[in-house]
C-alpha cells in the first residue's frame, strides 16, 4: 500500500502563489506516475500535472505556464508549484499516486487534500 500526505495549501490572493508537497509513504518503491488533481465545489475532480517516474509532464491547458510539477525520487515526493494564481484555481488539490502492483495491473492512491483558496 501507498499513504500520501499533501501539505502547503491555504489562502492567497490572485496574482499569489503557493507550493504544494505530497510525500509518500509504504510501498513507494513501485509507483510510476505521480500528480495532482483538484476538485472545486460542483465539478467534477479534474486532473491538473501529471509527471512520470522519467520526469515527463502533462498539465491541463487551464494551469500550463502557470504551475510547475517537480519530483523528488529520493524523498518520494512531488511538488506542484503553483503561480499566477486565479480564484478559478479555487479548489481541493488531491495528491495521486499509480503504483505497479503486477506487470499491467495498476493500483491508484489518493491524498487526503489540501484546500487552497483563491481571493480576487
Known amino acids: 500500500q501507498v499513504q500520501l500526505v499533501e501539505s502547503g495549501g491555504g489562502l492567497v490572493q490572485a496574482g499569489g502563489s503557493l507550493r504544494l508537497s505530497c510525500a509518500a509513504f509504504?510501498?513507494?518503491?513501485?509507483?510510476?506516475?505521480m500528480g495532482w488533481y483538484r476538485q472545486a465545489p460542483g465539478k467534477q475532480r479534474e486532473m491538473v500535472a501529471l509527471?512520470?517516474?522519467?520526469?515527463?509532464?502533462n498539465y491541463a491547458d487551464s494551469v500550463k505556464g502557470r504551475f510547475t510539477i517537480s519530483r523528488d525520487n529520493a524523498k518520494n515526493t512531488v511538488y506542484l508549484q503553483m503561480s499566477s494564481l486565479k480564484p478559478e484555481d479555487t479548489a481541493v488539490y488531491y495528491c495521486?499516486?499509480?503504483?505497479?502492483?503486477?506487470?499491467?495491473?495498476?493500483?491508484?492512491?489518493w491524498g487526503q487534500g489540501t484546500q487552497v483558496t483563491v481571493s480576487s
Open positions: 509504504g510501498s513507494t518503491g513501485s509507483i510510476n506516475a
Open positions: 495521486n499516486a499509480v503504483r505497479a502492483v503486477v506487470p499491467g495491473i495498476n493500483s491508484q492512491h
Open positions: 509527471i512520470s517516474s522519467g520526469g515527463s509532464t
